[in-house]
């Protein structure tokens, strides 16, 4: 169990998964654990309306997520990524992370988040950007201590 609160991939979860889900307990784990992300973003910004998280839904990360969790369920072979998990844990997860971010970003703490700047609409639909948008938002989890702050862009009216 993780910051977002799900044992989806835990001892006790795999084990519960496992018996229930044979074939698909990995995917329902995950698809657990980016649910509980997901709530524990909206419940530390819910005061901020404009705010822009990983697993907003004005952000497409969450929704490529699902989706491809929902391929996977039906797809006669594993993806190879579904494969590594076997292999993952905490620390591996976080080396990888770092591997593709490199140091964490910072950002300004501000009640329950971490605001990394803020994002004009048209950003949303820019490849681009969007690429830029998610690089920072993973990398602020590698600096997050044991208190945790969700990192977030505002939305510019």
Same mark, same amino acid.
């Given at each position: 169990?993780?910051?977002?609160?799900?044992?989806?991939?835990?001892?006790?979860?795999?084990?519960?998964?496992?018996?229930?889900?044979?074939?698909?307990?990995?995917?329902?784990? %995950?698809?657990? =654990?980016? +649910?509980?992300?997901? *709530?524990?973003? #909206?419940?530390? &910004? !819910?005061?901020?309306?404009? /705010?822009?998280? %990983?697993?907003? =839904?004005? +952000?497409?990360?969450? *929704?490529?997520? #699902?989706?491809? &969790? !929902?391929?996977?369920?039906? /797809?006669?072979?594993?993806?190879?990524?579904?494969?590594?998990?076997?292999?993952?844990?905490?620390?591996?997860?976080?080396?990888?992370?770092?591997?593709?971010?490199?140091?964490?970003?910072?950002?300004?703490?501000?009640?329950?988040?971490?605001?990394?700047?803020?994002?004009?609409?048209?950003?949303?639909?820019?490849?681009?950007?969007?690429?830029?948008?998610?690089?920072?938002?993973?990398?602020?989890?590698?600096?997050?201590?044991?208190?945790?702050?969700?990192?977030?862009?505002?939305?510019?009216?």
């Amino acid at each position: 169990m993780g910051w977002w609160g799900s044992h989806g991939l835990d001892e006790a979860g795999s084990f519960v998964l496992k018996r229930t889900l044979p074939r698909t307990w990995r995917m329902a784990a %995950l698809e657990l =654990d980016v +649910l509980s992300a997901q *709530r524990r973003h #909206d419940d530390a &910004l !819910s005061s901020r309306r404009s /705010a822009l998280h %990983l697993f907003s =839904d004005e +952000l497409p990360f969450r *929704r490529w997520a #699902d989706a491809w &969790l !929902s391929e996977q369920k039906t /797809a006669v072979s594993v993806d190879a990524l579904l494969e590594e998990l076997g292999d993952w844990d905490s620390g591996s997860a976080m080396e990888r992370l770092r591997e593709w971010t490199g140091e964490p970003e910072s950002g300004e703490r501000i009640g329950n988040g971490l605001l990394l700047g803020r994002v004009a609409r048209p950003d949303l639909e820019d490849d681009a950007a969007l690429r830029v948008i998610a690089h920072r938002l993973a990398s602020t989890y590698l600096g997050l201590d044991k208190t945790f702050k969700a990192p977030y862009f505002d939305l510019a009216a």
